[in-house]
């Protein structure tokens, strides 16, 4: 589930690594950071992301967990 920790800002802990996927409004959509590495890792952070109801525009990874 994702945890709104400031207006537009966004954190998702994994279950998996307890990484952080975090995501942030910008002025055109969404920018997703560190989503995970495969299936629910992914599959609950792009869940979480659509209920949002925002597009994302950008993502990226900052190392591979």
């Not at 997703?32 to 952070?45: A, K, N, R, W």
């Amino acid at each position: 589930m994702l945890d709104q920790v400031a207006d537009g800002v966004w954190v998702r802990q994994s279950e998996w690594v307890w990484s952080n996927a975090i995501v942030v409004r910008g002025e055109d959509g969404l920018i997703l950071v560190d989503p995970g590495i495969d299936g629910s890792d992914l599959d609950q952070p792009a869940d979480d992301v659509d209920r949002l109801g925002i597009p994302v525009v950008a993502g990226f990874s900052t190392h591979p967990h």
